[in-house]
Protein backbone atom coordinates (compact mmCIF):
# COMPACT_ATOMS: atom_id res chain seq x y z
CA UNK A 1 0.00 0.00 0.00
CA UNK A 2 1.21 3.85 -1.39
CA UNK A 3 1.42 5.99 1.64
CA UNK A 4 0.57 9.55 0.87
CA UNK A 5 1.49 12.46 3.18
CA UNK A 6 -1.48 15.85 2.89
CA UNK A 7 0.08 18.89 4.18
CA UNK A 8 -3.05 21.27 4.44
CA UNK A 9 -3.75 23.66 7.39
CA UNK A 10 -7.50 23.79 6.53
CA UNK A 11 -9.74 21.39 8.64
CA UNK A 12 -12.30 20.39 6.82
CA UNK A 13 -10.21 20.55 2.77
CA UNK A 14 -7.65 17.91 4.93
CA UNK A 15 -9.78 15.76 6.74
CA UNK A 16 -12.38 15.27 3.43
CA UNK A 17 -9.28 14.75 1.00
CA UNK A 18 -7.63 12.34 3.75
CA UNK A 19 -10.86 10.38 3.57
CA UNK A 20 -11.31 10.41 0.14
CA UNK A 21 -7.11 9.22 -0.27
CA UNK A 22 -8.47 6.42 2.18
CA UNK A 23 -11.28 5.14 0.33
CA UNK A 24 -8.71 4.68 -3.00
CA UNK A 25 -6.52 2.46 -1.03
CA UNK A 26 -3.89 4.72 0.05
CA UNK A 27 -2.44 4.86 3.32
CA UNK A 28 -2.66 8.68 4.48
CA UNK A 29 -0.16 10.63 6.96
CA UNK A 30 -1.24 14.61 7.81
CA UNK A 31 0.39 17.53 9.05
CA UNK A 32 -1.60 20.83 9.36
CA UNK A 33 1.07 22.90 8.86
CA UNK A 34 4.99 22.85 6.78
CA UNK A 35 7.03 22.20 9.22
CA UNK A 36 5.24 19.35 11.29
CA UNK A 37 5.07 17.98 7.49
CA UNK A 38 8.35 17.71 7.36
CA UNK A 39 8.97 16.13 10.66
CA UNK A 40 6.04 13.44 9.77
CA UNK A 41 7.83 12.80 6.42
CA UNK A 42 11.68 12.03 8.21
CA UNK A 43 9.93 10.07 10.73
CA UNK A 44 8.00 8.06 8.03
CA UNK A 45 8.88 8.92 4.27
CA UNK A 46 5.99 8.67 2.12
CA UNK A 47 5.55 7.66 -1.67
CA UNK A 48 4.15 10.87 -2.67
CA UNK A 49 3.77 14.25 -1.31
CA UNK A 50 -0.11 16.43 -1.20
CA UNK A 51 0.68 19.61 -0.08
CA UNK A 52 -0.62 23.11 0.40
CA UNK A 53 1.09 25.91 -0.22
CA UNK A 54 0.11 29.05 1.39
CA UNK A 55 0.52 27.23 5.45
CA UNK A 56 1.22 29.30 8.46
CA UNK A 57 4.99 28.68 10.09
CA UNK A 58 5.91 26.97 6.78
CA UNK A 59 4.76 27.12 3.35
CA UNK A 60 5.03 24.43 0.65
CA UNK A 61 7.74 25.91 -1.36
CA UNK A 62 9.71 25.75 2.47
CA UNK A 63 8.20 22.22 2.22
CA UNK A 64 9.58 21.62 -0.91
CA UNK A 65 12.66 23.01 -0.56
CA UNK A 66 14.03 20.94 2.65
CA UNK A 67 12.83 18.03 0.75
CA UNK A 68 15.53 18.47 -2.24
CA UNK A 69 17.92 19.15 0.81
CA UNK A 70 17.91 15.49 2.65
CA UNK A 71 18.55 12.67 0.60
CA UNK A 72 16.24 10.23 1.88
CA UNK A 73 13.35 13.07 0.94
CA UNK A 74 14.84 14.41 -2.40
CA UNK A 75 12.93 12.97 -5.21
CA UNK A 76 9.89 11.93 -3.38
CA UNK A 77 6.90 12.64 -6.11
CA UNK A 78 5.27 16.16 -4.98
CA UNK A 79 2.09 17.42 -5.64
CA UNK A 80 0.90 21.12 -4.57
CA UNK A 81 -2.28 21.72 -4.01
CA UNK A 82 -3.32 25.50 -3.88
CA UNK A 83 -5.80 28.12 -4.59
CA UNK A 84 -3.10 30.48 -6.30
CA UNK A 85 -3.75 30.21 -9.61
CA UNK A 86 -0.85 32.64 -11.08
CA UNK A 87 1.71 32.02 -13.63
CA UNK A 88 4.24 32.96 -11.55
CA UNK A 89 3.28 31.06 -8.40
CA UNK A 90 3.50 27.97 -11.04
CA UNK A 91 6.74 29.15 -12.39
CA UNK A 92 8.32 28.85 -9.30
CA UNK A 93 7.09 25.39 -7.84
CA UNK A 94 7.94 23.65 -10.76
CA UNK A 95 11.45 25.28 -10.67
CA UNK A 96 11.65 24.10 -7.26
CA UNK A 97 11.02 19.93 -8.42
CA UNK A 98 7.02 20.09 -8.25
CA UNK A 99 6.01 17.12 -9.91
CA UNK A 100 2.03 18.83 -10.47
CA UNK A 101 -0.19 21.76 -9.48
CA UNK A 102 -3.56 21.24 -8.95
CA UNK A 103 -5.83 24.11 -8.07
CA UNK A 104 -8.56 24.28 -5.21
CA UNK A 105 -11.53 23.76 -5.69
CA UNK A 106 -10.01 20.48 -7.20
CA UNK A 107 -11.89 18.07 -8.68
CA UNK A 108 -11.93 14.35 -7.35
CA UNK A 109 -11.54 12.47 -10.16
CA UNK A 110 -8.18 15.35 -11.12
CA UNK A 111 -6.65 14.31 -7.86
CA UNK A 112 -6.73 10.56 -8.00
CA UNK A 113 -5.81 10.85 -11.29
CA UNK A 114 -2.65 12.95 -10.64
CA UNK A 115 -1.49 10.90 -7.90
CA UNK A 116 -2.04 7.56 -9.60
CA UNK A 117 -0.14 9.08 -12.58
CA UNK A 118 2.78 9.94 -10.25
CA UNK A 119 3.35 6.76 -8.47
CA UNK A 120 2.91 4.71 -11.59
CA UNK A 121 5.33 7.03 -13.78
CA UNK A 122 8.51 4.16 -12.87
CA UNK A 123 6.16 1.14 -13.42
CA UNK A 124 7.49 0.54 -17.08
CA UNK A 125 10.78 -0.03 -15.92
CA UNK A 126 11.92 -3.28 -16.21
CA UNK A 127 12.38 -5.11 -12.81
CA UNK A 128 16.11 -5.99 -13.72
CA UNK A 129 17.86 -5.33 -17.06
CA UNK A 130 20.42 -7.56 -18.31
CA UNK A 131 24.10 -7.05 -17.37
CA UNK A 132 25.25 -6.25 -20.78
CA UNK A 133 26.57 -3.13 -22.87
CA UNK A 134 22.36 -3.07 -24.34
CA UNK A 135 20.90 -3.65 -20.87
CA UNK A 136 23.12 -0.49 -19.47
CA UNK A 137 21.78 1.27 -22.69
CA UNK A 138 17.89 0.22 -21.91
CA UNK A 139 17.76 1.42 -18.21
CA UNK A 140 19.49 4.18 -18.88
CA UNK A 141 17.32 5.03 -22.17
CA UNK A 142 14.27 4.23 -19.53
CA UNK A 143 15.93 6.52 -16.88
CA UNK A 144 16.73 9.42 -18.96
CA UNK A 145 13.01 9.03 -20.63
CA UNK A 146 10.75 8.01 -17.21
CA UNK A 147 12.77 10.06 -14.69
CA UNK A 148 12.78 13.25 -17.19
CA UNK A 149 16.80 13.44 -16.88
CA UNK A 150 17.28 15.51 -19.89
CA UNK A 151 20.64 15.79 -19.17
CA UNK A 152 21.82 12.36 -18.90
CA UNK A 153 24.65 11.18 -21.03
CA UNK A 154 24.04 9.58 -24.40
CA UNK A 155 27.65 9.18 -25.03
CA UNK A 156 27.52 5.07 -24.31
CA UNK A 157 30.44 4.47 -26.67
CA UNK A 158 33.40 1.80 -25.47
CA UNK A 159 36.61 3.44 -24.41
CA UNK A 160 39.58 1.11 -24.73
CA UNK A 161 42.05 0.77 -22.06
CA UNK A 162 45.32 -1.18 -22.52
CA UNK A 163 46.45 -4.31 -20.49
CA UNK A 164 48.24 -3.20 -17.70
CA UNK A 165 47.18 0.33 -17.63
CA UNK A 166 45.46 2.10 -15.07
CA UNK A 167 42.08 3.33 -15.26
CA UNK A 168 42.55 5.09 -11.79
CA UNK A 169 44.72 5.08 -8.82
CA UNK A 170 44.17 4.71 -4.96
CA UNK A 171 43.50 8.05 -3.45
CA UNK A 172 42.16 9.09 -7.32
CA UNK A 173 38.90 11.52 -6.40
CA UNK A 174 36.46 9.54 -8.31
CA UNK A 175 34.63 10.77 -11.67
CA UNK A 176 32.41 8.60 -13.02
CA UNK A 177 31.44 4.82 -12.71
CA UNK A 178 32.64 2.05 -14.96
CA UNK A 179 30.68 -0.45 -16.95
CA UNK A 180 33.04 -3.42 -18.34
CA UNK A 181 31.91 -4.40 -22.07
CA UNK A 182 34.98 -6.32 -22.97
CA UNK A 183 37.57 -7.65 -21.35
CA UNK A 184 38.65 -8.01 -17.51
CA UNK A 185 39.10 -5.06 -15.11
CA UNK A 186 41.12 -5.32 -11.38
CA UNK A 187 40.99 -3.38 -8.55
CA UNK A 188 43.90 -3.42 -6.59
CA UNK A 189 45.21 -2.54 -3.25
CA UNK A 190 48.68 -2.45 -2.21
CA UNK A 191 49.97 -2.64 1.46
CA UNK A 192 52.55 -0.50 3.32
CA UNK A 193 55.10 -3.53 2.66
CA UNK A 194 54.60 -3.54 -1.03
CA UNK A 195 52.38 -6.69 -1.28
CA UNK A 196 49.67 -6.57 -3.89
CA UNK A 197 46.05 -7.66 -2.72
CA UNK A 198 43.16 -8.08 -5.28
CA UNK A 199 39.95 -6.74 -4.34
CA UNK A 200 38.11 -7.36 -7.10
CA UNK A 201 38.06 -8.98 -10.68
CA UNK A 202 35.28 -7.62 -13.44
CA UNK A 203 34.40 -8.96 -16.50
CA UNK A 204 32.01 -8.07 -19.98
CA UNK A 205 28.38 -6.68 -18.00
CA UNK A 206 29.74 -5.82 -14.49
CA UNK A 207 30.36 -2.61 -12.71
CA UNK A 208 32.89 -1.04 -10.70
CA UNK A 209 33.99 2.11 -9.21
CA UNK A 210 30.98 2.98 -7.99
CA UNK A 211 31.17 3.02 -4.56
CA UNK A 212 33.68 6.23 -3.96
CA UNK A 213 30.49 8.33 -5.66
CA UNK A 214 28.34 6.72 -3.17
CA UNK A 215 30.56 7.35 -0.22
CA UNK A 216 31.67 10.58 -1.27
CA UNK A 217 35.40 9.55 -0.81
CA UNK A 218 38.57 9.06 -2.69
CA UNK A 219 39.34 5.53 -4.59
CA UNK A 220 40.56 3.35 -1.95
CA UNK A 221 42.13 1.09 -4.07
CA UNK A 222 43.71 1.14 -8.25
CA UNK A 223 42.18 -0.32 -11.44
CA UNK A 224 44.39 -1.79 -13.93
CA UNK A 225 43.07 -3.63 -17.25
CA UNK A 226 43.82 -7.23 -16.85
CA UNK A 227 43.07 -7.53 -20.55
CA UNK A 228 43.06 -5.12 -23.79
CA UNK A 229 39.49 -3.79 -22.16
CA UNK A 230 36.52 -1.98 -23.39
CA UNK A 231 34.57 0.57 -20.51
CA UNK A 232 31.45 2.65 -20.99
CA UNK A 233 31.85 5.47 -18.76
CA UNK A 234 28.71 7.45 -16.78
CA UNK A 235 29.60 10.07 -15.37
CA UNK A 236 29.54 11.45 -11.82
CA UNK A 237 26.67 14.16 -12.09
CA UNK A 238 24.33 11.70 -14.60
CA UNK A 239 25.02 9.04 -11.56
CA UNK A 240 24.11 11.61 -8.86
CA UNK A 241 21.14 12.20 -10.68
CA UNK A 242 20.07 8.92 -11.79
CA UNK A 243 20.82 7.94 -7.68
CA UNK A 244 19.12 11.26 -6.26
CA UNK A 245 16.48 12.89 -8.54
CA UNK A 246 14.10 9.42 -8.28
CA UNK A 247 14.35 7.15 -5.81
CA UNK A 248 12.58 4.05 -7.96
CA UNK A 249 15.76 4.96 -10.48
CA UNK A 250 18.14 4.87 -8.01
CA UNK A 251 16.72 1.74 -6.72
CA UNK A 252 17.20 0.14 -9.97
CA UNK A 253 21.04 1.85 -10.23
CA UNK A 254 22.03 0.31 -6.97
CA UNK A 255 20.23 -3.40 -7.55
CA UNK A 256 22.55 -3.22 -10.82
CA UNK A 257 25.51 -1.92 -8.97
CA UNK A 258 25.25 -4.16 -5.55
CA UNK A 259 26.29 -7.32 -6.56
CA UNK A 260 29.32 -7.09 -5.67
CA UNK A 261 29.16 -6.00 -2.13
CA UNK A 262 28.27 -9.51 -0.34
CA UNK A 263 30.83 -10.90 -2.20
CA UNK A 264 33.56 -8.54 -1.02
CA UNK A 265 32.74 -9.29 2.27
CA UNK A 266 33.41 -12.91 2.28
CA UNK A 267 36.47 -12.29 0.61
CA UNK A 268 36.91 -10.37 3.81
CA UNK A 269 36.10 -12.75 6.06
CA UNK A 270 37.76 -15.91 3.92
CA UNK A 271 41.06 -14.12 4.23
CA UNK A 272 41.07 -13.12 8.34
CA UNK A 273 39.68 -16.56 9.23
CA UNK A 274 39.97 -19.71 6.04
CA UNK A 275 43.09 -21.72 5.64
CA UNK A 276 45.28 -20.89 2.16
CA UNK A 277 43.75 -24.09 0.45
CA UNK A 278 40.17 -22.96 1.54
CA UNK A 279 40.72 -19.71 0.20
CA UNK A 280 42.50 -21.17 -3.00
CA UNK A 281 39.51 -23.37 -3.46
CA UNK A 282 37.05 -20.93 -3.27
CA UNK A 283 38.69 -18.58 -5.33
CA UNK A 284 39.20 -21.08 -7.58
CA UNK A 285 35.74 -22.12 -8.07
CA UNK A 286 34.17 -18.65 -7.77
CA UNK A 287 36.34 -17.93 -11.32
CA UNK A 288 35.41 -21.68 -12.90
CA UNK A 289 31.97 -20.22 -12.61
CA UNK A 290 32.95 -17.05 -14.45
CA UNK A 291 34.90 -19.46 -17.18
CA UNK A 292 34.21 -19.34 -20.32
CA UNK A 293 33.19 -23.12 -22.63
CA UNK A 294 36.46 -24.09 -22.01
CA UNK A 295 36.90 -23.77 -18.53
CA UNK A 296 40.25 -21.47 -18.33
CA UNK A 297 41.12 -19.77 -16.17
CA UNK A 298 43.00 -17.16 -17.52
CA UNK A 299 44.86 -14.79 -14.86
CA UNK A 300 48.85 -14.96 -14.16
CA UNK A 301 49.80 -16.78 -10.99
CA UNK A 302 50.72 -13.50 -9.27
CA UNK A 303 47.40 -12.10 -9.73
CA UNK A 304 45.81 -15.28 -9.21
CA UNK A 305 47.99 -14.90 -5.40
CA UNK A 306 46.83 -11.45 -4.72
CA UNK A 307 43.09 -12.52 -5.35
CA UNK A 308 43.58 -15.34 -2.89
CA UNK A 309 45.75 -12.80 -0.42
CA UNK A 310 48.39 -15.01 -0.49
CA UNK A 311 52.61 -15.09 -1.28
CA UNK A 312 52.74 -16.68 -4.63
CA UNK A 313 54.52 -19.82 -3.61
CA UNK A 314 51.64 -21.01 -1.05
CA UNK A 315 49.72 -20.36 -4.37
CA UNK A 316 51.77 -22.49 -6.53
CA UNK A 317 52.46 -25.26 -3.66
CA UNK A 318 48.53 -25.35 -3.40
CA UNK A 319 47.70 -25.57 -6.56
CA UNK A 320 50.27 -28.22 -7.25
CA UNK A 321 48.45 -29.93 -4.91
CA UNK A 322 45.03 -30.36 -6.33
CA UNK A 323 46.95 -31.24 -9.50
CA UNK A 324 47.86 -33.84 -8.06
CA UNK A 325 44.90 -35.16 -6.61
CA UNK A 326 43.39 -34.55 -9.96
CA UNK A 327 41.39 -31.94 -9.08
CA UNK A 328 42.67 -29.22 -11.45
CA UNK A 329 45.00 -28.73 -14.70
CA UNK A 330 47.82 -26.62 -14.73
CA UNK A 331 49.87 -24.62 -17.52
CA UNK A 332 51.87 -22.09 -17.21
CA UNK A 333 49.27 -19.51 -18.60
CA UNK A 334 46.18 -21.29 -17.50
CA UNK A 335 44.19 -23.03 -14.80
CA UNK A 336 41.25 -25.31 -15.44
CA UNK A 337 39.07 -26.91 -12.56
CA UNK A 338 38.70 -30.40 -13.75
CA UNK A 339 36.15 -31.76 -10.53
CA UNK A 340 34.54 -28.62 -9.45
CA UNK A 341 32.80 -30.78 -7.00
CA UNK A 342 35.50 -32.55 -5.66
CA UNK A 343 37.36 -29.58 -5.17
CA UNK A 344 34.59 -27.92 -3.27
CA UNK A 345 34.68 -31.10 -0.65
CA UNK A 346 38.45 -30.97 -0.56
CA UNK A 347 38.74 -26.82 0.56
CA UNK A 348 38.99 -28.62 4.10
Known amino acids: MKTILLIEDDVAIRENTAELLELAGYAVLTAENGQLGVAQALATPPDLVVCDIMMPVLDGYGVLQIFNQHAQLAGVPFVFLTAKTERLDLRRGMALGADDYLTKPFDKAELLGAIAGRLNRFQHLKPAYDATAQGLGEFLDDARAVGHLSSL ?36 KTTAGGKELITGLYGPGEFFGYLPLLGHTAHPDSAVAVDDAELVYIPKDDFTQLLLRNPEVGQQFIRLLAGRVSEREAQLLAMAYSSIRRRVADTLLRLHAQAGPDGHIQLSRDDLAALVGTAPESLIRTLSEFKADGLVELTPKNVRVLEPEKLRRARW
Open 153 to 188: SADRKGHLVRKKQDVYLEGDEPTRAYFVQAGRVKTV
